[in-house]
């Protein structure tokens, strides 16, 4: 792949995923336009009076079934689509920049691993400090044998 064109696609999935973020953010602290209506005051005090006996007590009110109740339904939130679609598209800008990285990963390591099997001499790479400390003591022994 041409690395300017993996350096732009690289911003191009940032500069996406960053505006997404920031737009699931800002319509996810969003205030719905029903949360504007205010509530009638309850603090309000009764002229009604208090203390009348009722006439007969302890007696389960009468349940009455309203038939709209049953038939409402919760209001679905105007925010619920846009907030699927900016998800959606995070979560695509985040599998397109995991590919990306792993590719480049994977072939970092591949090379390494191709350059240190396959050199120019056909030799494995060797650490010249490596062979310094081979030359005295008991591995001595097992470094010449091995060359």
Not at 35 to 48: E, G, H, I, Y
Not at 62 to 90: C, W
Not at 120 to 133: A, K
Request: glycine content about 6%.
């Amino acid at each position: 792949m041409n690395p300017k064109f993996k350096v732009i696609l690289y911003l191009v999935l940032g500069v996406c995923l960053a505006s997404f973020s920031a737009a699931f953010y800002a319509t996810y602290h969003a205030k719905d336009a029903s949360a504007a209506v205010t509530a009638p005051a309850t603090n309000a005090s009764s002229a009604t009076v208090s203390n009348v006996v009722a006439g007969v007590t302890n007696q389960a009110p009468a349940l009455v079934a309203n038939p709209d109740e049953e038939l409402t339904v919760r209001k679905r939130s105007p925010r619920a689509g846009r907030l699927a679609a900016y998800g959606i598209a995070m979560f695509f800008s985040v599998i397109g920049l995991a590919v990306m990285i792993g590719y480049d990963v994977s072939k970092f390591f591949a090379n390494r691993v191709n350059e240190f099997i396959f050199n120019d001499n056909l030799e494995g790479v060797r650490s010249p400090e490596m062979r310094r400390r081979s030359t005295s003591g008991p591995r001595a022994i097992i470094w010449a044998r091995w060359e």
